[in-house]
């Protein structure tokens, strides 16, 4: 199993950065497939961006150009890097991850753990 705990989220002015941060417990981290979600209010968790299986990484359509999903297995933390922020990208942010192989990685179901997630506001 592992724990997850999310960090780095704000605000930012529109056109601005932030990364954010998820560290994991667990001595076999690297093994994990690592997701990123967002929920804005009163809407369901969207997909944001996933490291998966043997590290292929994924986007949604939306942030794809301007989100990178990194990870140092050193550290067992993985980053989301948010560039060019949008009105839009206003949500609380989680990460997630799976300690099995195979699954949908756009699907919040194919996920064992998820963090208490971390609130990210642009403002105009």
């Known amino acids: 199993q592992v724990q997850l705990v999310e960090s780095g989220g704000g605000l930012v002015e529109a056109g601005g950065s932030l990364r954010l941060s998820c560290a994991a417990s667990g001595r076999t981290f690297s093994s994990y497939s690592m997701g990123w979600f967002r929920q804005a209010p009163g809407q369901g968790r969207e997909f944001v961006a996933a490291?998966?299986?043997?590290?292929?990484?994924y986007y949604a359509a939306s942030v794809k150009g301007r989100f990178t999903i990194s990870r140092d297995n050193a550290k067992n933390t993985v980053y989301l890097q948010m560039n060019s922020l949008k009105l839009e990208d206003t949500a609380v942010y989680y990460c997630?991850?799976?300690?099995?192989?195979?699954?949908?990685?756009?699907?919040?179901?194919?996920?064992?753990?998820w963090g208490q997630g971390t609130q990210v506001t642009v403002s105009s």
């Open positions: 490291t998966w299986s043997g590290s292929s990484t």
């Open positions: 997630a991850a799976r300690n099995r192989w195979g699954g949908t990685y756009s699907y919040t179901s194919a996920y064992d753990y």
